[in-house]
């Protein structure tokens, strides 16, 4: 399959790693738009929100309880913002779940 993120997991393209463990991975964003911008993603193939369902949700589950300590290692001290693009009209551009950590600095009241 031709995703950019599975690349990322498997190692066929270098990564900024910020955490990793059997089901999820940590990276930095290659274009920041925070001074802290890290992408979380599963290793299982999920598209995008609108293909979460009740055999994979775990995953997303796993990975909110797992944010705060990334942005922990990340160095966010004081906030930050959780995002995820869905299709189209929200401009996801690379087609595998992730969600955007954003922070380190005071954030515009909207980003992105
Ligand atoms: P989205 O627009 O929500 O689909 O977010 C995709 C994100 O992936 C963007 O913020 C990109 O800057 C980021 N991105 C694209 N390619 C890479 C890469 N090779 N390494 C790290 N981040 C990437
Ligand atoms: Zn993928």
Redesign the pocket.
């Known amino acids: 399959m031709d995703c950019?993120f599975c690349k990322?997991i498997k190692g066929e393209?270098p990564?900024?790693k910020v955490y990793e463990d059997e089901k999820i991975l940590a990276?930095?964003?290659?274009?920041p738009?925070a001074k802290v911008?890290v992408?979380v993603i599963p290793k299982e193939h999920i598209c995008c929100v609108d293909m979460v369902n009740k055999d994979n949700s775990h995953n997303v589950s796993y990975i909110f309880e797992k944010i705060p300590e990334i942005a922990k290692i990340a160095g966010i001290t004081n906030g930050y913002r959780v995002?995820?693009?869905c299709g189209e009209d929200?401009?996801?551009?690379?087609k595998h779940l992730?969600f955007?950590i954003l922070g380190g600095e005071k954030l515009p009241e909207h980003i992105r």
């Open positions: 950019l990322i393209i990564s900024s990276f930095n964003d290659i274009n738009e911008h992408l995002i995820t693009n929200a401009c996801q551009s690379v992730h955007h």
